[in-house]
């Protein structure tokens, strides 16, 4: 599925959501492992594979930037973003998962 076709259902679905004028579409979506540590792999064939960060540029009203939040954190020393030997997230990274979601939900929905 290309961009244009998940932005047309992404849209659908966000119609659908806040059909009531009350509840807000929020489209969270966590930056794999890959993404977040790009700037420590060895092959730099793949630092750049991620497409999240151009589909977060058209749906800032949309999604919040975990993405950017976990790379800062990385960049500046910070440990336990993601478990060693897995792609989950570790305690740090749902902390900034979270905080990064809370300050996205105090944004006034533009």
Known sequence: MGLDEMDCRIEAM????????????????PPDKLTVYADFLRDQKF????????????????MPRFDKALITAVRS???DVYFPDDTHWAS?????????LISFLKRPNE
């Open 14 to 29: 966000r119609r659908q959501v806040e059909a009531n004028g009350y509840t807000r579409f929020v489209l969270m979506v």
């Open 47 to 62: 630092q750049h594979v991620s497409l999240l960060s151009i589909f977060s540029d058209l749906h800032p009203e949309l």
């Open 77 to 79: 020393g910070e440990q």
């Open 92 to 100: 740090n990274g749902q902390r900034i998962a979270a905080e990064t």
